[in-house]
């Protein structure tokens, strides 16, 4: 996907351990006050953790996360490259079941997402719109003459 001169892209290699899971988010985060984003971050750091926890569970390989904030259309993309042969699917599991229910959530959050294949791999992205911080109201101006 082209992106516009102004697009900013980050980069972090993980190994699948739990800990990744708590240092993507982490590297969001920073991302988005880097970027003075505020609005759209609670649920990003829900989708790339989901999506980190699949590489995790199932694919036990190191992954690239991938941020990429594109101001002009206040889209966050976020990738997550794994290389597992795997693809993953959204399933239904039982109600009980603890599990499975990642990609459901992605799928009903994130504006879009797909799966990437690769020679070596895959990468699951999403896309979610996000703002940037509201300015601070400006202090009231006296009347004159107070």
Sequence with gaps: MPWAASTDVRWLLLPS?????????????????????EHGLDDTL??????????????????????????TAHLVHVGVRDDSSGMPSVRTPGELAQSGRGLRIVDAVAQRWGVQPLPAGKIVWFELRVGARRPADPAPVPAPGR
Excluded: D, K
């Design 46 to 71: 829900l989708l790339v953790s989901e999506l980190c926890s699949n590489v995790i569970r199932h694919a036990g390989t190191p992954m690239v996360v991938g941020v990429v904030w594109e101001p």
């Design 17 to 37: 351990v739990p800990e990744s899971s708590g240092v993507c988010r982490e590297f969001v985060r920073s991302a988005f006050e880097q970027w003075g984003l």
